[in-house]
């Protein structure tokens, strides 16, 4: 049996912001880079719906790359970015590519009710069922990070009625909703006791915390909070140019 949710199955229960999202992805879809994206104000007036939905909307796009924000002119389809965009993979496919053995290990896996922050993180609501799945990942045996993942059970039903799969990744491509694009923030902290212990570090050490929204076209199909160990983890960002440095004005 297929228990697949396909896109437009899901559209349906969609957020007002996720809505007005896809809508602004149809239309700037096919139009050339540089071409004007609809206004906060039209999509205000055309959907019916507060400007920070919109903006929510917009910002979503912008981090994919769809869309690039010019300060004073307005928001355009994005120009191309010259091969420098970040790829979104997963823990496997990133010590995979750093020449390290990937490995996991289980410390939890449960259906949970969903808080304020997973179900707006999700796009669900409040309340509803999701399955917290919580691994200590390994690389070449060593203790790497304390990683805590979310899914929401409507979009990925019966997931703990199986074995836990190795790659969730695989798994979510067996499903067809393999993440198409995602966003992560990251922030420096120091470790607490508990994920010391678990990571084979000192309590106080330096840490990276990397939250994660992993997307298959619309669908947010997971989320995910991360813990690094600072000492064995360095963070790559590639950068890149879109726009000139404008020339110093001269004074009078």
Not at 6 to 12: D, G
Not at 84 to 109: N, V, Y
Not at 227 to 237: H, K, M, S
């Amino acid at each position: 049996m297929n228990d697949v949710i396909t896109p437009s199955q899901a559209r349906s229960s969609v957020h007002k912001h996720v809505q007005v999202r896809e809508y602004v992805r149809a239309l700037v879809g096919d139009a050339a880079p540089g071409s004007p994206a609809p206004s906060e104000r039209e999509l205000v007036q055309h959907f019916g719906v507060a400007r920070m939905t919109v903006r929510q909307a917009l910002d979503a796009l912008v981090v994919e790359g769809l869309l690039e924000r010019v300060p004073g002119r307005g928001t355009f389809v994005a120009r191309a970015k010259a091969g420098a965009q970040m790829r979104l993979t997963s823990f496997t496919e990133e010590m995979t590519r750093r020449g390290l053995k990937p490995d996991a290990r289980t410390l939890l896996a449960r259906m949970e009710s969903a808080g304020p922050g997973v179900a707006r993180a999700l796009e669900i609501d409040e309340g509803a069922k999701v399955v917290h799945w919580q691994r200590l990942r390994l690389a070449d045996g060593v203790p790497m990070a304390l990683e805590d993942a979310y899914l929401a059970d409507s979009i990925i039903p019966r997931f703990l009625e199986q074995p836990l799969p190795q790659s969730l990744y695989v798994e979510l491509q067996r499903r067809d909703l393999l993440p198409t694009w995602g966003e992560d923030s990251v922030d420096a902290s120091l470790a607490r006791h508990e994920e010391a212990d678990l990571l084979g570090t000192r309590a106080g050490e330096p840490v990276l915390r990397i939250a994660r929204r992993s997307f298959a076209g619309n669908i947010a199909v997971e989320v995910s909070r991360s813990t690094f160990r600072a000492d064995r983890y360095t963070l790559w960002v590639p950068l890149s140019r879109t726009h000139p440095v404008p020339p110093p004005q001269r004074t009078p």
